[in-house]
């Protein structure tokens, strides 16, 4: 798993597997950046296409550092099948999961569109 780092946002790319092996791996990449103040960590998953219970484990895990960081998580590009994992164990409820990269960003660019009023002027 690598790590890139983008202004205030992190971008980790999960491995194949997250396994226990796998699930290690992203835990020492958690602790590597713990150190760095970030605003988003945005896990792309587009390679996993195994994820067992110790891989679900630091996920959450990190979920929770995150959280306690003051940081914002999200997870883009689940397969369908580990998707299906995320929903049988209800996770999907506890993370930002988005189908994208894309669909993150464009939801990034919505937030941040200012607010504009239009009302009727009195004449």
């Avoid at 958690?30 to 067992?52: C, G, K, R, Y």
């Avoid at 484990?57 to 999200?74: D, H, K, P, S, W």
């Avoid at 883009?76 to 930002?96: G, H």
Wanted: glycine share 6%; charged share 20%.
């Amino acid at each position: 798993m690598k790590s890139i780092a983008v202004n205030q946002t992190i971008l980790l790319h999960a491995p194949e597997r997250l396994d226990g092996s796998g699930g290690r791996a992203f835990q020492q990449q958690v602790a590597a950046i713990l150190p760095e103040q970030h605003n988003l960590w945005i896990i792309d998953m587009s390679f996993v296409d195994f994820v067992d219970s110790s891989g679900l484990f630091e996920l959450v895990a990190g979920l929770r550092v995150a959280r306690q960081q003051g940081c914002r998580l999200v997870i883009c590009n689940l397969k369908a099948t580990v998707r299906l994992i995320f929903e049988i164990t209800q996770l999907d409820r506890a993370f930002e999961i988005f189908d994208s990269y894309d669909g993150f960003v464009q939801t990034l660019v919505q937030e941040a569109a200012p607010l504009i009023n239009i009302g009727l002027v009195a004449a």
